[in-house]
């Protein structure tokens, strides 16, 4: 089966059909650094409005500096005393911990460093304070005739935050569809020696190699305060959609990669068909439909972030890169696991995987090899999350994929960081720049595998239900409603909660 889609099918297909099941329950300005009493006795959540483990993050304080001056009051202060730091954006777009610092700490909100500092047309180049949003990036670049090449599809994220966790768009071409490779300059402050007064703003500039560290750093390094991205003559983009049978997917994605510069795809294994998004940039004439060609700010602004109500419904997000060298045998196997109940996905027949592809990057936590990123959610509710849960650890354990920093559970990241041959090269940035840990947390020290920090596995009761843990016992699930440990269905080594009866899965 094949066709085209219409102009509407841009944001109908490859964003609203997937991304508003990718994201959970909360609404879009509710601020995520809520306190109690001025700005003490604090929370701080995410604009999923849960973390993993479905704790609650309280700290003793929280600041809000709105000038790089005050960051670095805010930061000596802190360090000073000892006081454990981290970092949150404006609507905390990552499902992780990054930004809890533990019971005694300070959050850092750079809600209020938001200004664009600059537009330098000469060089190409734009200089925004960490808290810009991406929409706001694109707008002042687009003012000036210019375009930031790639970006990730969620418009409220923060420069600070998309960089801290490795966001990106969909391109093999080039630098790839990574922001941070776009990086040519970054402000960070870091705690300091009382001799330098607690704090001080370390200044890393292209061809520094500490800028690998920086520019993929998950909020460990200190906070980032301005940051340089190169852009490039506004140009166009021609956009169109193909729907087609997904019979020869495994073939046909991975050949995709290389065929357009802004390709994705989104994937229905219900209905048995791909949306393929035929996207390159064209000559600079303005037309009237995005179908024909627009420029480059209108289609990036076109993308939204989306919230949406899932009732009691306890969905989780997976973002899994697989190197694209097996993708296709990725692919395959997933197939033959949703062929035995292809509404296992968020939203039944309307469930999607949107595959986007990955540069390898020179980031020292950044893909070491051009990749294909799979971005799932699944639901448990009266449905079985085991063949998404079997299919996130075939993409992990058996072909060798690595997670979104900013998005999965915590299985996802266990052993993750043996994955990033350069991770050692990362962790002596991390201690020459913060070398008292007070940008660390428990979870960060876990994902970055620190010496005696243990493993992100939580193992308890209904761990495996809450990807704490993958399970190894039954009570790791929840037996008193049917949920057992159970071997993978096409992935043996996999071990996934599923009900032991009520589907040809379970029962299988």
Not at 87 to 113: E, Q, Y
Not at 119 to 148: F, P, Q, Y
Not at 184 to 202: D, I, L, N, Q
Not at 245 to 255: H, I, K, M, N
């Amino acid at each position: 089966m094949q066709g085209s889609v219409g102009v509407h099918g841009i944001l109908l297909l490859a964003a609203a059909a997937v991304l508003t099941q990718c994201l959970l329950a909360a609404a879009v300005n509710t601020p995520v650094v809520q306190c109690a009493s001025g700005t003490t006795k604090c929370t701080v959540t995410n604009a999923f409005g849960a973390f993993p483990d479905g704790s609650t993050c309280h700290v003793a304080a929280a600041a809000f500096p709105a000038t790089e001056e005050e960051l670095v009051r805010v930061v000596a202060g802190a360090a000073a005393s000892g006081t454990k730091m981290k970092v949150a954006t404006r609507l905390g777009h990552n499902f992780m911990k990054l930004s809890c610092p533990g019971g005694d700490g300070l959050v850092i909100s750079t809600n209020a460093l938001n200004r664009v500092v600059g537009v330098n047309a000469a060089r190409m180049e734009i200089t925004v304070e960490s808290g810009v949003t991406l929409s706001e990036l694109i707008d002042a670049a687009a003012h000036a005739g210019l375009a930031l090449p790639h970006a990730p599809y969620w418009l409220d994220l923060t420069v600070g935050g998309l960089l801290s966790t490795g966001a990106h768009g969909s391109s093999v071409s080039g630098k790839g569809g990574a922001v941070h490779e776009y990086v040519t300059g970054m402000r960070v402050v870091t705690p300091a020696p009382a001799s330098e007064g607690y704090a001080k703003v370390r200044v890393v500039n292209a061809g520094d190699p500490d800028l690998d560290a920086v520019k993929v750093s998950l909020g460990v390094l200190g906070v980032i305060s301005q940051v340089t991205l190169a852009l490039q003559p506004l140009f166009n983009r021609s956009v169109s959609f193909r729907r087609r049978g997904d019979g020869d997917l495994a073939e046909r994605a991975v050949a995709f990669a290389g065929e357009h510069e802004f390709g994705d795809v989104v994937w229905y294994p219900a209905r048995g068909e791909a949306v393929f998004r035929i996207d390159d940039r064209v000559a600079t004439t303005k037309t009237n439909t995005i179908s024909s060609g627009d420029f480059q700010n209108v289609i990036q602004s076109s993308r939204s972030t989306e919230q949406q109500q899932h009732g009691d419904v306890l969905p989780f997000q997976a973002g899994i890169s697989v190197p694209l060298s097996r993708a296709s045998a990725f692919i395959r196997d997933a197939q033959r696991l949703l062929d035995m109940n292809p509404g296992a996905l968020c939203g039944g027949e309307n469930g999607g995987i949107l595959i986007r592809y990955v540069k390898a990057s020179t980031a020292y936590l950044g893909k070491t090899e051009d990749s294909v990123e799979f971005d799932t959610t699944s639901c448990r509710h009266d449905g079985d999350a085991a063949m998404p849960e079997e299919m996130e650890q075939m993409a992990l354990r058996k072909y060798g994929g690595v997670p979104h920093w900013g998005k999965n559970r915590n299985v996802a990241f266990d052993g993750a960081i043996a994955k990033f041959p350069k991770a050692g090269e990362f962790m002596k940035v991390k201690d020459a720049y913060d070398p008292d840990g007070l940008f660390s947390s428990e979870w960060s020290d876990q994902v970055l595998g620190v010496a005696g920090a243990g493993g992100v596995n939580v193992a308890r009761n209904g761990c495996g239900m809450e990807g704490l843990c993958v399970c190894s016992e039954d009570e790791h699930c929840s037996p008193e409603k049917g949920y057992l440990c159970r071997p993978g269905m096409v992935y043996r080594d996999a071990r996934v909660c599923r009900r032991v009866a009520g589907d040809a899965y379970a029962d299988a």
